[in-house]
């Protein structure tokens, strides 16, 4: 079996400790600036930070070229 579950680790946030129900900033962003919803979160220790995509038959390849774009544009 194979999962369509998929975490990609993000670089680490200076500045950002989250508590344990904190969302990061990052993912209201992505969805305010492009409205992409996907989680962003801290674990298994607070500041490495990870987003969760789903890579199956409903995702394309330019979705996630778009993803990483934003990313990459509200990281720098």
């Given at each position: ?67 990483a ?8």
């Open positions: 079996m194979l999962g369509s579950l998929a975490a990609v680790e993000l670089p680490r946030h200076p500045r950002w400790p989250p508590g344990p129900r904190d969302s990061d900033p990052l993912q209201a962003m992505l969805f305010a600036r492009h409205r992409i919803e996907v989680p962003i979160y801290g674990w298994p220790v607070p500041d490495r930070r990870w987003v969760r995509v789903s890579p199956h038959l409903h995702n394309a390849e330019p979705q996630y070229r778009f993803l774009d934003a990313l990459r544009e509200a990281m720098a």
